[in-house]
């Protein structure tokens, strides 16, 4: 898969003077679990304008997903002097929730202002954004964990199923693994250590009672006691380094499931807060196939719009 398009992170904005009626742009769209990008193009890649929105996960809700995506674009088009009636628009979405299709029915009907739309996952996009357009493989690591690889115009995606269920090896698993840890020390059934001793303080030195502060906890707090973690490991704690470790076993061990057949021959891509911090400790066969990102989820959006513009035929 090879779009071969303008790099238009490198292209100057364009003037409202260039705009005339009825003309066709296209809107990239990135959604997540705290914000929404919207950014608004040329078709030969010049951004005429950017605004950030709110969370967005199709799969929770449509509407206010649509709301967060809606609300910036207005802002964008405000500020170049444009209405709905002046332009045609292209959209390419990369948002959560796209595993569940009466979520992706009900949000195509929604973003009827779009002449054509082609709507994926947010690992997609940012593959593609990734890789330049181009055929490759990532694994996202931060609070979660999800692997995507696109060869041929075929994707296949592994993990992101969710916290608790999934997503192991990522922020949240860890935060998990370090309070089990300290509840079973807590109890005698295990033997106190320096690690299980410092999230006990800190919890409760933030005027938490750390027996009880998991209770109910969803993803995003678990992730909040990676630094914990990471400090530990720095300063040379040999549990933090093991539990590190343990997630980039688990990383390494996806990455080698992704890569397989049709995809095996494909560059990797590690993206994600944790990802610096667990790269070093990879698999020596899998560290040996990683190379830099070349761009981000945004752009990879863009791709998808352009898409979408050339699949009209105009």
């Known amino acids: 898969m090879n779009y071969n398009i303008v790099n238009y992170r490198k292209s100057p904005l364009q003037s409202n ?6 003309k066709n742009l296209l809107v990239s769209i990135d959604g997540g679990a705290t914000k929404t990008i919207v950014q608004l193009s040329t078709i030969d890649g010049h951004i005429l304008g950017k605004a950030r929105g709110g969370a967005a996960n199709i799969a929770n809700d449509v509407e206010g997903s649509w709301h967060s995506i809606i609300t910036p674009l ?33 949000f195509r009907k929604t973003a009827h202002i779009f002449e054509n739309l082609i709507l994926k996952s947010d690992a997609h996009t940012s593959c593609l954004g990734a890789h ?20 041929n115009q075929k994707e296949r995606k592994l993990s992101g199923w969710g916290f608790p269920q999934d997503d192991q090896g990522g922020g949240a698993w860890i935060g998990l693994q370090l309070i089990s840890d300290m509840l079973r020390s807590r109890d005698g059934r295990k ?31 678990f992730a909040t006691l990676v630094p914990l973690v990471i400090q530990a490991a720095e300063e040379g704690d040999i549990e933090a380094n093991n ?29 994600g807060g944790l990802s610096e911090f667990l790269i070093p400790r990879l698999d020596p066969s899998i560290k040996a196939r990683i190379v830099a990102p070349t761009g981000c989820s945004l752009e990879g959006a863009y791709y998808l719009a352009l898409q979408a513009y050339k699949e009209k035929g105009l």
Do not use: H
């Not at 299980?196 to 009672?209: E, F, H, I, K, P």
């Open 132 to 151: 330049d357009g181009k055929d490759g493989a990532i694994i996202a690591i931060g609070t979660g964990t999800v692997a995507l690889a696109l060869f």
């Open 74 to 106: 207005q802002k964008i088009l405000k500020n170049t002097n444009l209405n709905f009636s002046d332009v045609r628009l292209y959209g390419g979405v990369g948002v959560a929730g796209t595993e569940l299709p009466s979520a992706c029915e009900q």
């Open 17 to 22: 003077s260039m705009i005339s009626d009825k």
């Open 191 to 221: 033997p106190r250590s320096d690690l299980t001793n410092r999230v006990y303080d800190y919890l409760s030195q933030n005027g938490n009672d750390p027996m009880i502060w998991a209770v109910g906890a969803n993803s995003s707090k």
């Open 243 to 271: 539990l590190l470790n343990q997630a980039a076993n688990i990383i390494s061990s996806l990455a080698k499931s992704l890569l397989e057949d049709e995809f095996r021959d494909l560059p990797i891509c590690l993206l």
